[in-house]
């Protein structure tokens, strides 16, 4: 079964602090890795997209790394602000024609002051 | 660029009443729209696939029915909840995927669009 775990399910960091969220996909075949941000009340914001060939993209104080022998992907939050308090989803999309995005149930941050 | 809209962003209605939310791809042209709902501090769960001028796919247990989808251009699909009950309350989000042709594979989320129903 497709299936994509992140952890931990919540994380409380002070401000200017550095964080990283796992996830391990079991999702084959595989096409690409997504990182979300997902303020409360609004859509997902695509942060980066990894293809198999790729080990890291960066996008400001994101980093994402992917690991596509070992299924892992991780991303790293560098000097946290109060405003990267959000969910964070991992989605990993299936190499077929049905284009299905499967979901990981997301990390909570919470930054404070 | 690729910016995707919702209306309305909430919506209050009576029980037994029928919504309609619409997803519109503002500046591409979205062959492929998909409904998702969310219930809080869960993730999203896809409910249907819409492609342009044909009948959307629904996922297991999505009563099609009740989730009425319709895809009538390249730019625009509505989904409707008819006759809503208290527990189709709930946190719906539209996502459009560019069209093959422009050989990307990426989807786009809307804002989405807080269903209350009393």
């Known amino acids: 079964k497709n299936q994509v775990e992140q952890s931990p399910q919540s994380l409380i960091i002070l401000e200017g602090k550095n964080c990283t969220l796992q996830?391990?996909?079991?999702?084959?075949?595989?096409?690409?890795l997504r990182w979300y941000k997902q303020d409360t009340g609004r859509g997902p914001v695509s942060l980066t997209i990894?293809?198999?060939?790729?080990n890291t993209k960066s996008n400001g104080r994101y980093t994402a790394t992917l690991d596509a022998d070992t299924k892992q992907s991780s991303l790293h939050i560098t000097a946290s602000q109060l405003s990267d308090s959000a969910s964070y989803i991992c989605?990993?999309?299936?190499?077929?024609?049905?284009?299905?995005?499967?979901f990981g149930s997301g990390t909570r941050l919470l930054v404070r002051p | 660029g690729a910016v995707v809209s919702q209306h309305p962003s909430w919506v209050i209605c009576k029980s037994g009443t029928s919504v309609k939310i619409e997803c519109r791809s503002l500046?591409?042209?979205?062959?492929?729209m998909f409904w998702y709902r969310q219930f809080p501090k869960q993730s999203l769960m896809l409910m249907a696939t819409s492609n342009e001028g044909s009948k959307a796919t629904y996922e297991q247990g999505v009563e099609k029915d009740k989730f009425l989808i319709n895809h009538a251009s390249l730019t625009l699909s509505t989904l409707t909840v008819t006759s809503a009950h208290p527990e189709d309350s709930s946190f719906y989000i539209c996502?459009?995927?560019?069209?093959?042709?422009?050989?990307?594979?990426?989807?786009?989320f809307g804002p989405g669009t807080r269903l209350t129903v009393l």
């Open positions: 500046d591409f042209q979205a062959t492929t």
């Open positions: 996830c391990n996909y079991t999702v084959s075949p595989f096409s690409n």
């Open positions: 990894m293809t198999f060939s790729e």
């Open positions: 996502s459009a995927r560019v069209s093959a042709t422009s050989g990307r594979n990426e989807q786009f």
């Open positions: 989605v990993v999309s299936e190499r077929d024609s049905s284009y299905k995005l499967i």
